[in-house]
C-alpha cells in the first residue's frame, strides 16, 4: 500500500470518529455542538448562490455529512507527511486548528456561530472533537504503518 494511501485511510478513521462522536454527543449532551448546522447553512446558502434549491430535512443532512467526511479525511491525511517522531504533535496541532477554525470561521462566512460558541462547554467540546479526529488519524497511520504489503 503506498503512503499516499495510508494517509488518506487514516485521514478517513479521523473524520469518521470525529462524526460518529459528535453525533452521539448531540444526543446525550445539551451543551454539544451543532457543527453540521452550520455545514448544513453553507451548503444551503452555496446551493442558492448557483440558482437551485437546497435539499431540506434528511437530504440536507447526508448531503452535508458527505461533504464533511470528504473534507474531513483530505485535511486529517496531511497529518501522515513528515517525519514519524512528530505524528502526533501534528494530529493534535491540526485537530485544534480545524477545532479554533470552526469556532472562529463562520461569523466571517456569513454564518451562524452559535452551534459551536453556545457556551463555553460547547466551545471546548468544538476542539476537542476535532483533536479526537486528529488523534485517531495518528493512530490509525501508526497502525497502517505496522501492516505489510502482501
Do not use: C, W
Not at 462522536?21 to 455542538?33: C, W
Request: net charge positive.
Amino acid at each position: 500500500m503506498m503512503i499516499l494511501n495510508k494517509n488518506m485511510l487514516s485521514g478517513l478513521a479521523g473524520a469518521i470518529v470525529l462524526n460518529v462522536v459528535h453525533q452521539l454527543a448531540n444526543r446525550i449532551d445539551k451543551d454539544a455542538p451543532h457543527i453540521d448546522k452550520i455545514g448544513e447553512e453553507a451548503l444551503s446558502k452555496s446551493i442558492k448562490i448557483v440558482g437551485y434549491d437546497p435539499p431540506k430535512g434528511d437530504k440536507l443532512f447526508l448531503a452535508t455529512l458527505v461533504g464533511d467526511v470528504i473534507s474531513n479525511s483530505m485535511y486529517y491525511s496531511l497529518i501522515g507527511k513528515g517525519k514519524k517522531e512528530n505524528l502526533l504533535l501534528r494530529g493534535v496541532i491540526y485537530g485544534a486548528v480545524a477545532g479554533i477554525g470552526a469556532l472562529t470561521l463562520p461569523k466571517p462566512m456569513g454564518l451562524d456561530d452559535q452551534p459551536v460558541n453556545k457556551t463555553n462547554k460547547t466551545k471546548a467540546m468544538t476542539i476537542g472533537l476535532y483533536v479526537l479526529g486528529g488523534v485517531v488519524t495518528v493512530f490509525t497511520r501508526r497502525l497502517l504503518m505496522k501492516v505489510r504489503p502482501i
